[in-house]
């Protein structure tokens, strides 16, 4: 099958990429600069050039293909304060390339993120399916929208599913969350959590994400909701506890109100207990976590170079 995926040179992009040549699959991979074009074309890809807020050029490519893998986000846009700004784009992308596969019965893959999905239990496939006024008070809710609009694609012959993937995909190279940790706890010398650190990240390796990226875009069925999470809930303490040894540095609790002085914009997360599992997307799809957990990956040097 030829594949678009968006979002090819990025972190878990790339490994997709990667996951879905091996398995004998052509790519055209979403280019967005020079860069970018450079990195998908040395991957085994075609790069395409364009951009997110591009939507005609998106469906040309969307309806060229035997399935879209929508991974990128402007996330740029996003963290620069406008994240109303930021899903739009994505939304009307989502609509373009949805459009292009009307009446085909080609796959169309959405990733999206678990964070919010429930507040102090563990998020299921189900959660986050109906507008809860905690999904509309938070941000990430947009996002929300666009997810259940690509699940609703099933209704024009598109056989759209929704992989959620959690806050941290670790693994070698990741510049995310945790390496955004480790960075803050070398600078402050003091690798902190909040409150008593019991708050739980789930977790999952990149490649484990990247495999189940594959199974999604080959066999998920139409209107499927999947979650790429490995370890299903970490404490928080944990993670600061494994960062603080590696690094020879204390640890240290903070009270809720100094996490955003500590954390910059990181702050708003460190606190959530947004543990999930993937019961379901497991039995579906055949699929199970091979990668080491997040605790295991911290304890490499990787992490710390």
């Known amino acids: 099958m030829r594949f678009f995926v968006t979002g090819a040179s990025g972190w878990i992009g790339a490994q997709t990429v990667a996951e879905l040549l091996a398995a004998g699959h052509e790519v055209v991979g979403l280019a967005r600069s020079g860069a970018s074009e450079e990195k998908v074309r040395a991957a085994g890809a075609i790069p395409f050039r364009g951009e997110l807020d591009q939507p005609d050029g998106l469906a040309e490519a969307a309806g060229e ?4 893998i929508h991974l990128a986000f402007p996330h740029q846009v996003a963290f620069g304060g406008d994240f109303a700004a930021a899903a739009m784009t994505d939304r009307r992308a989502v609509e373009a390339m949805g459009a292009a596969l009307a ?3 080609r796959p169309f893959v959405l990733a999206s993120g678990m964070v919010g999905l429930s507040y102090g239990r563990q998020a299921t496939e189900s959660d986050g399916l109906v507008a809860t ?3 509309r008070a938070n941000p990430a809710g947009l996002r929300t929208a666009t997810a259940l609009l690509v699940l609703s694609l099933r209704g024009i012959g598109v056989r759209s599913s929704v992989l959620r993937y959690p806050p941290t995909v670790h693994g070698d190279g990741d510049h995310g969350f945790v390496a955004a940790f480790v960075e803050i706890a070398r600078q402050r010398g003091v690798s902190a959590y909040v409150g008593d650190g019991a708050n739980r990240w789930p977790a999952v390796h990149r490649s484990d994400a990247a495999r189940l990226t594959r199974l999604a875009a080959e066999s998920a069925p139409a209107g499927s909701v999947l979650h790429a999470v490995g ?6 303490k944990e993670i600061a506890e494994a960062i603080g040894r590696h690094l020879h540095l204390p640890t240290a609790s903070l009270p809720p109100a100094d996490a ?3 954390f910059g914009p990181l702050g708003h997360f460190v606190g959530l207990d947004s543990p999930a599992n993937a019961a379901a997307t497991r039995e579906l799809l055949d699929w199970a976590p091979r990668g080491p957990g997040l605790l295991d990956d911290l304890a490499q040097d990787h992490y710390y170079r």
């Open 103 to 105: 009446g085909s019965d």
């Open 231 to 236: 370890d299903e809930g970490v404490p928080f």
């Open 260 to 262: 955003l002085e500590h």
């Open 133 to 135: 006024p905690q999904i």
């Open 65 to 68: 293909s035997d399935g879209v």
